[in-house]
């Protein structure tokens, strides 16, 4: 107990005391030491009451200074006390939240907090710039009847564990691009995050057009040149054939990496792809027999399962992809491996297999496999004529086909490059 309390109650136990043996000593002077009594704890309890009284008035009046309430003026120190205590905290909780709120309003994304029916609660300015919301007039209201974009209302509507990125144009302008992203948080608060991404996807055009662009420029100097060292005649110098030969190898590489090049960049513009109908049963024969050219004879190529399934999709780009896979097989396995093509059945719809029993790839390397230029080893990738650019291939065709690919590979024992189609790409044959 701190001092004054001591003190307080001591002063209040001394007075009573005295009280009482003053009471005492004049009821036994005067013989009526019962009444005496019985009149004092009358009249101690009445001053109780009393100041009890007082104090709950103070109270209910909110008075900062309460008066001095005799033996009650500990009760009110310490109520006093313990709402400057709450004071302090509800201040300090408030400058707080002040200051969280001041920092989310300045946030250069727009972000908005929205309940679980998805009815705006809160919004920053960068919000209501991008998305042309009204802070004040517009809390309350779902967001879905302000963002009338069609692709945004999906997206709300759709299933939160797998909704993606989004990424449209911006309401109050058609030339800002935004990317949506929402993310729970709390019991049933969710955070919406827009972000103007027009200069991010500007940028990465230029990058794209400059590819492309350079790729382009590229080809036809290395076209005249592979045609020079072609009419070369070897004959007349024969000290020159083994450099004229690297010659041409490093001028075909550098033709297939243009190529290949070029082949990314149509990728990465082109829409929706043409519908061809893929008679799988066929594709998988003639993959098989170009691998078998390909391999001559060192590995064993065959076809494995193959469901009465067709693809529907890119003819083209698809026989690329999966001949892409198929020429990785054959290089990296080593002469006497098997090599096993699969058009299967899967949860998702159907897939084609590549299932050899080459090296295998280590697993740190596996989800950098489809990066342009990535090879897990440089000389081995080059000594068979790769350019690093396969897989990206396999990647962004699969992409515009709804498809992803899957790897799995185990060091010593082979790999599976699997490339799973959505049941709308598949028919029955
Ligand atoms: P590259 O032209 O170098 O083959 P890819 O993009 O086709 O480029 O493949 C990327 C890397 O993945 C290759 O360099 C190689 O290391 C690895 N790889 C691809 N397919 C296989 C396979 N079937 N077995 C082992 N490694 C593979």
Request: glycine content about 6%.
């Amino acid at each position: 107990m701190s001092g004054w309390l001591q003190r307080s109650w001591r002063a209040s136990l001394l007075r009573i005391a005295l009280i009482i043996g003053l009471t005492v000593a004049i009821g036994l002077a005067t013989g009526l030491l019962a009444w005496m009594l019985a009149l004092c704890f009358a009249a101690i309890a009445g001053f109780h009451l009393w100041q009890l009284f007082a104090l709950q008035r103070a109270l209910l009046q909110k008075r900062r200074e309460l008066p001095d309430f005799g033996p009650w003026r500990i009760v009110a120190e310490l109520i006093r006390r313990r709402s400057d205590r709450d004071r302090d905290v509800r201040r300090r909780l408030l400058d707080a939240l002040q200051a969280f709120r001041s920092a989310a309003a300045a946030l250069p994304d727009g972000t908005v907090v929205l309940d679980a029916q998805g009815n705006i609660q809160w919004l920053n300015a960068a919000a209501a710039r991008l998305l042309g919301l009204n802070p004040r007039l517009d809390q309350g209201t779902p967001i879905e009847h302000l963002v009338r974009h069609p692709r945004v209302i999906e997206w709300l509507a759709g299933d939160p564990q797998e909704r993606a990125l989004l990424d449209v144009p911006a309401p109050i302008d058609e030339k800002l691009r935004l990317s949506f992203r929402m993310i729970s948080y709390g019991s049933d608060l969710r955070l919406l995050v827009v972000r103007d991404i027009s200069q991010l996807l500007h940028l990465e055009q230029v990058r794209r057009d400059f590819v492309a662009n350079v790729s382009h420029e590229l080809r036809t100097p290395l076209t005249v040149l592979a045609g020079y060292l072609d009419a070369v005649e070897v004959e007349e110098l024969p000290e020159w054939e083994p450099v004229l030969g690297d010659m041409r190898g490093q001028c075909q590489r550098m033709r297939h990496i243009v190529e290949d090049l070029l082949t990314l960049s149509r990728l990465d513009v082109q829409g929706a792809p043409a519908a061809d109908v893929l008679p799988m049963d066929a594709i998988l024969e003639e993959l098989a027999r170009d691998a078998r050219a390909l391999s001559r004879e060192q590995h064993q190529i065959q076809v494995g399962q193959c469901e009465a399934l067709s693809l529907v999709g890119s003819a083209q780009d698809l026989r690329s992809a999966f001949s892409n896979l198929v020429t990785n097989a054959v290089r990296y396995t080593p002469p006497g491996g098997e090599i096993t093509l699969h058009w299967q059945r899967h949860p998702e719809g159907a897939a084609f297999a590549v299932v050899d029993t080459g090296p295998g790839i280590p697993e740190q390397h596996l989800p950098r496999l489809t990066e342009r230029f990535y090879r897990v080893s440089t000389s081995r990738s080059r000594e068979s004529g790769g350019t690093g650019l396969g897989l990206a291939i396999v990647k962004h065709v699969l992409m515009i086909h709804q498809a992803r690919l899957e790897v799995q590979s185990e060091v010593g024992v082979g790999s599976t490059f699997r490339c799973v189609f959505p049941e709308g790409r598949v028919e029955a044959e």
